[in-house]
């Protein structure tokens, strides 16, 4: 039913870059709308990562960037670390459904 | 702090109806849009229903148009989610979420905590 695609899976050892990508089409990241992140710690409330397609608000470490091309969007996390293991849903708007889309979220586990 | 607490989930049967409160705090809350969000267990994040500042234009997922109501309440800084024709599908925690800047490509801070709605019989 989401209309924006993710993988459901990534995972990576304390220090590595893991990127997660977000795929969308002519209607949505496409159509030039913005692309923005959220982190889902286990049990709690999305919180802001990215807005924007690569801005980061105050307090989001600068490990974590985020990158937009064509229909698709990217998140990266560069030096891994145990904290980062969560969910990680792109949202973004559909021009065709008058709506705002999520994808379908990205679990990282940190091995 | 800009906080905002939702309360009024709760067990429902299929049918019923339940009425979503989302307390905010911290900023000015009429100038703001404002919107609903679901997630499904063990599911992703779906877009419910949003609600601009000023007139107060309305938007729907098709998932819950016709069966649903969003509204505030400015004088009491409270939005809600008049849930009506409630199936089992609808089961899911629902957060309410402050709209950070006015259009289309605007994203979602903060969110609440969230409010479990469960749809059964």
């Known amino acids: 039913q989401s209309v924006l695609t993710q993988p459901p899976s990534v995972s990576g050892a304390p220090g590595q870059r893991v990127t997660i990508s977000c795929t969308g089409s002519?209607?949505?990241?496409?159509?030039?709308?913005?692309v923005h992140w959220y982190q889902q710690l286990p049990g709690t409330a999305p919180k802001l990562l990215i807005y924007?397609?690569?801005n980061r608000p105050s307090g989001v470490p600068d490990r974590f960037s985020g990158s937009k091309s064509g229909t698709s969007a990217s998140l990266a996390i560069s030096g891994l670390q145990a904290e980062d293991e969560a969910d990680y849903h792109c949202?973004?708007?559909?021009?065709?459904?008058?709506?705002?889309?999520f994808g379908t979220g990205t679990k990282v586990t940190v091995l | 702090e800009v906080q905002l607490l939702e309360s009024g989930g709760g067990l429902v049967q299929p049918g019923g109806s339940l009425r979503l409160s989302c307390a905010a705090s911290?900023?000015?809350?009429?100038?703001?849009?404002m919107i609903w969000v679901r997630q499904a267990p063990g599911r992703g994040l779906e877009w419910v229903s949003g609600?601009?500042?000023?007139?107060?234009?309305?938007h729907y997922a098709d998932s819950v148009k016709g069966r649903f109501t969003i509204s505030r309440d400015n004088s009491k800084n409270t939005l809600y989610l008049q849930m009506n024709s409630l199936r089992a599908e609808d089961t899911a925690v629902y957060y309410c979420?402050?709209?950070?800047?006015?259009?289309?490509?605007?994203?979602?801070?903060?969110w609440g905590q969230g409010t479990l709605v469960t749809v059964s019989s």
């Open positions: 979420a402050k709209k950070a800047v006015v259009g289309t490509s605007g994203w979602f801070d903060p």
């Open positions: 911290g900023f000015r809350f009429s100038s703001y849009g």
């Open positions: 609600i601009s500042a000023g007139i107060s234009v309305t």
């Open positions: 002519s209607s949505n990241i496409g159509a030039g709308h913005d």
């Open positions: 924007g397609n690569s």
């Open positions: 949202q973004s708007y559909d021009s065709s459904l008058s709506a705002y889309v």
